[in-house]
């Protein structure tokens, strides 16, 4: 009996399992010393007007480079950071580092090019969220309507309507609301006009399908639904010139995709304008 127990402990251990406990302790582990040491940054992806041919502002993405496990994804630490209580922190530098490349690159532009971040779902219960956001604004100087906050719909949809409070209130300091990822889960639809939203980001899967017919009528029917309720509508995921040319038929106009550009560090970015204008 003795002997079976052991073998079946033995048949469990899992080696790639421990590589994956190991690798999210490293992670939490290194989550707390990331801001300090530098090793966080910012990258910035433009929303393009496929109509005027300009972009109209950028979204803040974050990325880690940590000296072990090279490149992390947010998809990976965002989770963890939110779980172990760093989300606020990293948040904050992510606010105010975006306000402020913001307000540098409409010093160098005609301006008018405003920055998005994304908010986690975690801060919403936080009291802190409001004052935080402010700081960010008073520090850098950025007019509060050049920023926009996304919200994933999940996030929103989970705590409706505490969610919808903080909103109004970010709101009424002046900054937009966007929705990230809009269509992506199970929502009631009617909820997009309780929250007055300035933006809904059509989530990148339906850019995978929308060449099949009932997909390309849904599409359509979201594009037509921001424009009555006259809300931006930004396509995420745009890969494909075939991609463009649909969104542009059905009437959607500003996108954002790598077919446009990649997410880029500061610097890139400032050349990347520079050429534009060239
Ligand atoms: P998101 O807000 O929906 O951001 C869009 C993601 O799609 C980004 O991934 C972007 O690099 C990627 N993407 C852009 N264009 C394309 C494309 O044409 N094709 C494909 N396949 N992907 C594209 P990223 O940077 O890895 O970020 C993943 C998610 O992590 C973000 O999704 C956002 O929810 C979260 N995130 C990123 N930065 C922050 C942050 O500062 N705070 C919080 N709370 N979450 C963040
Ligand atoms: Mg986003
Ligand atoms: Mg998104």
Redesign the pocket.
Known sequence: YAKSQGQNRYSVYDPEMDKQLSRRMIIEKGLRSALTKGQLAVYY?PKWDTEMNQPVGF????RWRHPKLGAI???EF?SIAEETGH?API?EW?LEQACRDCSAWNAMTAGGLGVS????SRLFGSLGLQDMVSRALERTGLPPGMLEL?V?EAAVMNHFDHAKEQLARLQRSGVRISM??FGSGFSFLGSIDKLSLQTL?LD?LYMREYESPPMKAIVNAIISLADQLKIQLVA????TERQLQFLRQAGCSVM????FK??MPRDELDEWLAGLSA
Do not use: F, H, W
């Not at 979204?59 to 974050?62: F, I, R, S, V």
């Not at 995420?236 to 890969?239: Q, T």
């Open positions: 992806q979204e803040a993405l974050l994804g947010p998809d965002i989300i948040t992510v971040v994304n908010l986690s996304e994933t990230d990822n980001k990148r995420e995921g745009v890969e954002q995709g790598y077919y990649k997410p």
